[in-house]
């Protein structure tokens, strides 16, 4: 299973950006997985930005409730992370994931700097 990042970039603090997750391989139905957007800053940990769970729930890290919502197109295996009121804070390499039992998948990751 690939699955392929787009829509980092450069954005000024406030500014706006939709990344989007591709699975590349056919038969692969992202409802049967748990996806999910992580990032990592430089100097720190991978941490989780966004998800859905395979039963339908999300969830979000509290420092980006409110500003970042994730979403799907089940037809076509994309998951989205619309990412609004950025600040210099979200800059990362952002990764798409997707899990199911014990397989996990991971995207090559798209950077997002925020200037201020």
């Known amino acids: 299973v690939q699955l392929v990042e787009s829509g980092g970039g450069l954005v000024q603090a406030g500014g706006s950006l939709r990344l989007s997750c591709a699975a590349s391989?056919?038969?692969?139905?992202?409802?049967?997985?748990?996806m999910g957007w992580y990032r990592q800053a430089p100097g720190k940990q991978r941490e989780l930005v966004a998800r859905?769970?395979?039963?339908?729930?999300?969830d979000y890290a509290d420092s980006v409730k409110g500003r970042f919502t994730i979403s799907r197109d089940n037809a076509k295996n994309y998951v989205y992370l619309q990412m609004r009121s950025l600040n210099p804070e979200d800059t990362a390499v952002y990764y798409c994931?997707?899990?199911?039992?014990?397989?996990?998948?991971w995207g090559q990751g798209t950077q997002v700097t925020v200037s201020s």
């Open positions: 391989v056919s038969f692969f139905s992202i409802m049967l997985y748990n």
């Open positions: 859905f769970t395979s039963g339908g729930t999300t």
């Open positions: 994931e997707a899990d199911r039992g014990s397989l996990t998948y």
